[in-house]
Each structure stands twice: as C-alpha cells, then as structure tokens.
C-alpha cells in the first residue's frame, strides 16, 4: 500500500479533473486499476483542505467492509480524520439506531444476524425443502428480492421478468418470503436489508429526520458505484434529498453481483440523470505491468455484453514485467503444490507475504491451498470465507466421522468415509444449486484427504484418518498476523497485490456450472475473471488441472475464457519447478527426457509415457488389451471406476516399457508405494506373460 503523497501530487490531468472539481455531481466511469479510488478519496482530502466541506459532512460508501478499511486507511494517510468511510449497511445501521427512538418510539428492535432459522420456519410452514442448502437456496432469493425492492406478492412475476433461475417454484419462494417477514416482524427484528429499507422509509416519510439528518452529511462519494442495488440506490436518494453533492466512481465491466440485485444503470445513466456532473474518464492503469494490462484487456475484450460506455481500453503505465503465466496440472494437489512453491519462490526473492494472493471462485477450493502453505510454513490468511476446518458442513461431517470410527472396517477408507458423507449431502453428481454445490464441493475434499491418505498408507482406518484431520484443522489453525491472501474472486474487488495466482480455472468453476444456462450469467463470470486478472501489480499465475484427484480421470477443460488467451499451439499442459525463475516458459525442475528421441518432455502425460506424444509407440498392443481386461475385473472386484486402478496413460506406459521388475515398475510415474503394493505382483506376472487377475 502506497503512502499517499501531498494532495495534488501524482495525479494525472484527468485524475486532477476530478479530484478539483467544484462540489456539485462528479462521475468517474473508468477501467480497474486507474486510479478511481484514490481519485475519490483524494477529492474528499482536497474538498475538506479547501474549506469546502468539514470531515463530519462527508459519508463515502462502499460495498465491502475490506474496501471501506482500504478507504480509510488511504483517507488517514492524507491527514483527513473525521470523514466516515463504511459499507452502506453500516451507514444505514447507525443512523436507524440514531433516529429509531424519535420516529417509531422504544419498542425495541433486534438486528437478526443470519436469516437462516426464520427462513427454516418459514419454509417448514408451506412445506418448502428445508434442508440447509435449500435454506441457503432461499435465503439468496430474498435477499436478492429486498435489494430489487421486490415485495412477497410481486416475486414470481419479478423473477420471470428478469429471467431469473430460481431454485424452486417461484410461488413457493414467494410464500416463504411472506413467512419469514411476518416472523420477523412479530419477533421484532430487522435484517440486514430491512436497516436500508427503514433508513430509506424515515428519510422519505419524516421530513423532521430528513431536514436533521441532511443539515448533518451534505458530501456524498460511492465508490464501486457499477454494484449498487435499487434498494441502496433508494437510501442514497433519501440521503440526497435533491441535492447533487455526489461523487461516484465505478467501472461497468466490475459488476460482479448482479446476481444478487446489483446494476451497473445508475452508473452508466449518472451523466444523463446529473446533465450538469463533471465526467471524466480515465485509461491510464496505474497498478499492473503491460502484459497484465494487455491480458485484462484481452479477457474483457472478448465479452458479448458490454453496455456502451463501458469500452474502455486500459493503457499499462508500470514497466514491463514478467509475462503471465498459464499452468496445467494433472490434479488439483499437484497444482496446489506447485502455487505453493512458486509462493515460496516469491518470498525467497523478497516479495512480502501481504503482497501475494490466491484467489478462487468458489471458498471450498482454499483447502488444498490451506494445505499446501501449511506444509511449506507459508503463513496465510483466508478472506471473505471460513477456514476449511471452520466451515459448519466440514464441523459437521467431522462430528459423523468421528462417531462412526469406533466400527470395525467394512471397506477402504475412500468408500468409507463417502458413506458417512452421504447423509451429509455427499451425492455421486454434483448438485446444481449454488449454496449445495459449494457444500458438496467441501465434503468431496474430504474424500480427496481420505484417499490420499490411503494411497500413503494403506489399510489407514477411519480412526486414524480423523485423526489426521483434526492434526490438520490444528495446523491450519494458528493465527496468522501477516499472511498470503486467499480469497475468493469476489471478495478481492477494489484490492491490489504484487502477485497474483489464479487457480483452478477450468470450465464449471470458471465459469460456474449453475452459470451454464444463461449467457448473462456466464457473462458476469468473465467479469469476474477480469476484477480477477487486474488485481496483479506484476507476477499473474493462471492455473487448471485436468483432474480432481491425484491419478483420477482427467476429464476437465481448462476455462473457456482461457481459449482466445493461450496462442493454440501453447504447450498449455505445462509444470513449474526453477525458484528463482521470475518469468518465461515454465519448465520442470528436473529435465525429463523422451526416450525416443531425447527431447525434453513438459507436458504431463508426455513424462508419464516417457516420450513425447508424437514420437513413435513400441506398445505392446496385446499386453495393453490384457492389462485393460485385468483392470476392468480388479475395478469391478473394488467397486471402483477404472481410472482409480491405473488410468489410461499409465496402462499404456506400461505396456511400452514392460517393466520387469519391482524397480521398473516405480520408474513409471503414476505408480508410488500404495499402487506397488495393491497392484505390483499382479502387473509384474502380466507383463511376464501371466494372467494376473486373481493374485489377491
Ligand atoms: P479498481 O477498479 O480495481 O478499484 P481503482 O481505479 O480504484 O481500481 P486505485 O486502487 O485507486 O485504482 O489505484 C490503483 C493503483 O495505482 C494504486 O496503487 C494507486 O496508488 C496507483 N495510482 C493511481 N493513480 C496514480 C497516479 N496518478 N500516479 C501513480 N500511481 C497511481
Ligand atoms: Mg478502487
């Protein structure tokens, strides 16, 4: 974070535009990185300096409690004390709790912190699914009704007005709706959204409140303007009340939570609503190297809706840096591993820890970051999100496994621990529904520790794997003071940092597979790509893997917004391994060689085959087909897919090499100490020539 300079310093033409225009509407409508919010808070410092305005009349408001901290911090280190910079909602619940008494007398209100329990009520009621994903399914929808100043009765024809999917029939949201605001009501508490609502009600019906209320603030900044809510839309109104001492500053191609009621309109609409406001649009980035810049704008270049007045192209001012990378792994824990040792790569080259971020789409993808920093001592702090071992779901699961572990086994530890999963919403497909896919999400990565910790020691039980887990919840425990960011792409809006790794990128992560059916929705996740890639000062990581599991089927795509991106003939499939590398091809720390014609191999299944995909195959097409027909019977006999014995290429890298020994046999990577021990007699004898199957 920069020491903001002298008022005035550092700031471009267009910035010293804004930041000196006289009081009256003033609009910043400009790209990510240029300078907006220290334009905003630059403005207020210099209104303030001048006499314009005192401190206490200024309320700048944002949408994160992050984003408002970063707000004042910046306004602190420009002298400026007194000036409130909060979250609508904490404006709002200071001034209900201010003017409450005098509008509506001492009956007492409760503020209702998590919806959840009413919603449960409300749902049992008119016999709507109260499961907890349900519950969470439903709570979205009225939280996005309130924001949309969408009322119980209007909702079914709200939602197919906006084309809207909704997790159940609209008319039953509707009475859930109903519901829960009259047990709210008689319990006499307000939620989050009812503090907007009743500010916005007071400033309108009481016009005693109103006139003491705006002698009081009469300087008004938004800052991320492009994700206001009609609902907080109607409070800054009342704020208002007619005048227009507003700044607002904002960048369409930003909105990241129109999904939850946010439009980018009042924004793109401010120069027609205020025809008088000083606008100024900014296209110089200030934060990131030219090729972050150049690939920020090549993500947002590429999407299908850009409201006119969002074409912005960004200009990168900072020196060259290095390029940003593009990885593809086998499996998530090798890639988890490999951001982990680019981290410690950045530290040992003097990058702080507060300086890097992991950021994911959805929060059950930390643990595997969880794990690997923890392995490596990389201190970290998770953002906007529990900790893995926090989250109720993992608590939960946690509690079953631990009472189930004093049974005697019944089958490996993988079938094991899914079956006391089950219960717990471990389905076999993943759900569709949001709050449900982030929750099987998280009980899947149990099932991921229990077979990892299978395949290193085999025969582990589930007492030994709960204990495991709790050694790891502890591990993950300590708290951290300075710390590598993990957050997820929403809660890192507005935020910069000097490295940045993206993870996980594949299709039905990025963009959501609930996202799949509405070109709206996918176009929001390319935003959210975009607020992604611009938060890099320098070092940008972009990763996928193929495959959840260590060894499992490598049936995913990397993300579709990645395909323009990436040159078609990158080796995209690539791994990383020099330390003290800071840009260019990634390569692997130890140089694998083709034993066909002694190139270097960098792709994965290239190093498992032991030669370059385009090299000849000396496979031994009649022991592949007894090694395949061995396989079927032994996942059969297991219970198991396929893949989970051997996959495809280790089979066929088996068949080219032939190995004849124990020693042969671990060479083939893909093959460690648990393969070797379930599975090595049984391949030695085919490869001998015998049939194998029926050595167990
Ligand atoms: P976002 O859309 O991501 O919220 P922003 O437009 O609010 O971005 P800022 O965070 O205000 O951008 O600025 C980005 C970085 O560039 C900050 O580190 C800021 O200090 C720096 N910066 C902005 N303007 C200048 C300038 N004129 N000279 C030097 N540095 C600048
Ligand atoms: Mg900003």
């Not at 003033?26 to 808070?41: E, P």
């Not at 209900?96 to 998590?114: H, I, M, N, S, T």
């Not at 205020?274 to 110089?284: D, G, H, K, Q």
């Not at 020994?661 to 049984?682: E, F, N």
Request: charged share 25%.
């Amino acid at each position: 974070m920069d020491a903001e300079g002298r008022l005035l310093e550092d700031l471009d033409p267009d910035q010293l535009g804004a930041v000196t225009a006289p009081r009256g509407p003033v609009c910043v409508l400009a790209g990510a990185g240029t300078g907006k919010t220290r334009t905003i808070t630059r403005r207020i410092a210099y209104l303030v300096d001048r006499g314009h305005v005192a401190p206490g009349q200024v309320l700048a408001v944002t949408f994160t409690k992050r984003a408002a901290g970063e707000m004042r911090t910046r306004l602190r280190a420009l002298g400026v004390s007194g000036a409130q910079a909060v979250t609508f909602h904490a404006a709002a619940l200071r001034q209900l709790r201010y003017f409450w008494p005098r509008v509506v007398g001492d009956a007492p209100w409760e503020l209702l912190d998590g919806k959840l329990r009413l919603v449960g009520q409300a749902a049992n009621r008119v016999g709507a699914p109260t499961s907890a994903e349900s519950l969470r399914d439903l709570a979205s929808e009225i939280e996005w009704a309130k924001a949309s100043l969408v009322t119980p009765d209007d909702y079914p024809v709200a939602v197919s007005k906006a084309r809207r999917d909704v997790p159940l029939p609209a008319e039953q949201i509707s009475r859930v709706y109903q519901g829960y605001e009259q047990l709210k009501t008689r319990a006499r508490m307000l939620d989050f959204d009812d503090l907007l609502l009743h500010t916005a009600a007071i400033l309108e019906e009481h016009s005693d409140v109103a006139v003491e209320f705006r002698d009081r603030y009469r300087c008004f900044v938004v800052d991320e303007y492009q994700d206001v809510t009609p609902l907080q839309q109607r409070v800054l109104d009342g704020w208002l009340g007619g005048r227009d001492d507003l700044t607002v500053v904002g960048d369409a191609n930003q909105t990241i939570y129109s999904f939850a009621g946010a439009s980018p309109r009042p924004l793109l609409d401010f120069p027609r609503r205020f025809p008088e406001a000083v606008v100024v649009r900014l296209e110089r980035d200030y934060r990131s190297t030219p090729e972050v810049v150049s690939l920020a704008n090549q993500v947002i270049g590429a999407a299908r809706d850009r409201p006119a007045g969002s074409r912005l192209r960004l200009i990168g001012l900072r020196p060259p840096g290095p390029v940003p990378m593009f990885s593809e792994f086998d499996d998530e824990p090798t890639e988890a591993q490999a951001v982990a040792e680019r981290v410690g790569a950045l530290l040992r080259n003097g990058v702080a820890a507060s300086e890097i971020a992991i950021l994911y789409r959805v929060n059950a993808q930390s643990e595997a970051y969880e794990q690997a920093l923890t392995e490596k001592q990389i201190p970290y702090q998770v953002r906007g999100g529990e900790r893995f071992f926090a989250r109720p779901e993992i608590r939960q699961a946690m509690m079953s496994l631990r009472s189930a572990a004093g049974g005697a086994p019944t089958a490996e530890l993988p079938t094991v621990v899914r079956e006391v999963l089950k219960p717990h919403g471990l389905s076999l497909e993943p759900p569709t529904g949001g709050a449900q896919r982030e929750r099987w999400e998280s009980l899947l990565a149990l099932v991921e520790l229990a077979e990892e910790l299978d395949s290193v020691t085999p025969g582990a039980d589930l007492a030994r794997f709960v204990g495991e887990l709790e050694m790891r919840a502890e591990a993950q425990h300590p708290p951290t003071v300075e710390g590598v960011t993990l957050a997820s792409l929403h809660a890192a809006k507005g935020l910069e940092w000097d490295a940045v790794f993206l993870i996980g990128l594949t299709d039905g992560t990025v963009p959501i597979q609930h996202a799949d059916t509405d070109e709206a929705a996918i176009e929001e996740e390319r935003r959210l790509l975009y607020v992604g890639v611009t938060r890099a000062r320098e070092h940008l990581w972009l990763s996928w893997s193929l495959s959840r599991t260590a060894g499992g089927r490598r049936s995913r795509r990397r993300s579709r917004f990645l395909y323009g991106l990436l040159p078609e003939d990158h080796p995209a499939a690539r791994s990383i391994g020099g330390a003290s590398r800071e840009a260019g091809p990634a390569r692997r720390a130890v140089r694998v060689e083709c034993r066909v014609c002694g190139d270097a191999l960098t792709s994965t299944p290239a190093i498992k085959l032991g030669r370059c995909a385009t090299c000849p195959s000396d496979v031994d097409e009649e022991l592949l087909e007894r090694l395949k027909k061995w396989r079927a019977a032994r996942a059969k006999q297991l219970r198991v897919p396929p893949y989970v014995v051997f996959t495809d290429t280790t089979l066929t890298a088996i068949a080219e090499q032939r190995p004849a020994d124990t020693g042969g046999l671990v060479a083939i990577s893909g093959i460690g100490p648990s393969k070797l021990d379930k599975y090595g007699a049984d391949v030695l004898a085919l490869v001998k020539g015998g049939a194998g199957v029926g050595s167990t």
